[in-house]
């Protein structure tokens, strides 16, 4: 037996999409996502087109049902850290973007000890289609914990943020420094791939992250506002183990905490006279101090995995206020 198994059932799929894996017409890629938080045992799975833009169905609990339950059904079996299979129908796929496998479907997944989100792209035979879910039909799957921190993390893969470079544009009122928190989320590993066994990733490389600005930006000195942050000196090289599945892809990422704040360049004259801005407000990047707000997880499927080293900026505005 798995050492956690989790078994979700989309009964009458073929109702809830309009389509029906049995018929030999034009097909067309689907979306499914499902989502768990360990701790508090909630749950989340959600059918989407391809694109991610329109939510077709949802639910959250461990089946989706819509009308009496007929032979198209979905269901995932998967163990601690989300390897494991997949069926649609009659048909069985492994959680996997292997493409020695040589399957139709096309998983990534994203794990920590926390969480789990796997997002799979599978061909469904062309219907009548299906319309979208209403807005007062959307509910929060999650009303313990809040969104999974994962969610995150993903949405920045989809939405290409994770490919951006680590400068970005920034403009606030300076005021009391508006703190954010941004993560710099880094790739400690080198790519790992399993083979027909299941195989770990536990070496990486210590690196230090520093404070950082906006590309072009003059800097007179470094301050911390008060906050509980730091220069440089942080390092990431602690021991943690990512564990893979068979044909699983993947590697160990760190989510570094870091506070963003406004700060202001000034200057004024050797013989005196009052104190100018020069230049606009600009934002500093931290690494919050005692590693507040940082945590290791790991990244399974090419589509997610990059390179050792490689790192993006989290710039969203949702977590507000300093380190704490």
């Known amino acids: 037996m798995r050492p956690f198994s989790a078994i979700v059932a989309l009964a009458n799929i073929s109702a809830v999409l309009g389509v029906a894996l049995a018929e030999r017409e034009e097909r067309k890629l689907i979306t499914i996502v499902f989502e768990l938080g360990k701790i508090n045992n909630e749950a989340a799975i959600e059918v989407w087109d391809e694109q991610k833009t329109t939510l077709l169905a949802q639910s959250c609990a461990t089946a989706l049902q819509s009308g009496p339950l007929e032979q198209d059904h979905i269901a995932f079996d998967f ?26 479907a096309s998983c990534g997944r994203i794990a920590s000890a926390e969480e789990h989100i796997i997002t799979c792209r599978v061909p469904f035979a062309s219907g009548p289609g299906a319309a979208p879910l ?3 039909a959307v509910k929060d799957c999650f009303p313990k914990s809040g969104p999974l921190e994962l969610l995150a993390v993903v949405q920045d893969f989809d939405s290409g943020a994770a490919d951006e470079p680590l400068t970005v544009q920034w403009t606030v009122e300076v005021g ?22 299941g ?31 730091q220069q440089s000196g942080v390092e990431t090289g602690n021991y943690y183990q990512c564990n893979g599945g068979p044909w699983d892809y993947f590697s160990v990422f760190r989510k570094q905490g870091q506070t963003a704040y406004t700060v202001q360049n000034q200057r004024k004259r050797n013989c005196g006279g009052s104190a100018i801005n020069d230049g606009g407000p600009y934002v500093i990047w931290s690494p919050n101090a005692n590693n507040i707000k940082s945590w290791y997880y790991c ?17 969203s505005p949702n977590q507000p206020g300093g380190p704490r």
């Open 79 to 104: 163990d601690d850290h989300g390897s494991g299979n997949f069926t649609v129908g009659t048909k069985s796929f492994i959680v996997s973007d292997n493409p020695a496998l040589n399957q139709e």
């Open 134 to 136: 209403e807005r007062r």
């Open 176 to 197: 009391n420094g508006n703190p954010t928190q941004n993560p710099l989320n880094i790739q400690l590993s080198d790519p790992v791939e399993c083979g027909h066994a």
């Open 199 to 229: 195989c770990s990733v536990s070496y990486f490389s210590s690196r230090s992250v520093s404070w950082s600005v906006n590309a072009g930006i003059t800097v007179y000195g470094w301050i911390s506002v008060g906050f509980a942050v």
């Open 299 to 315: 990244v399974y499927s090419r589509e997610f995995v990059r390179w050792n080293g490689y790192q993006w900026l989290d710039a």
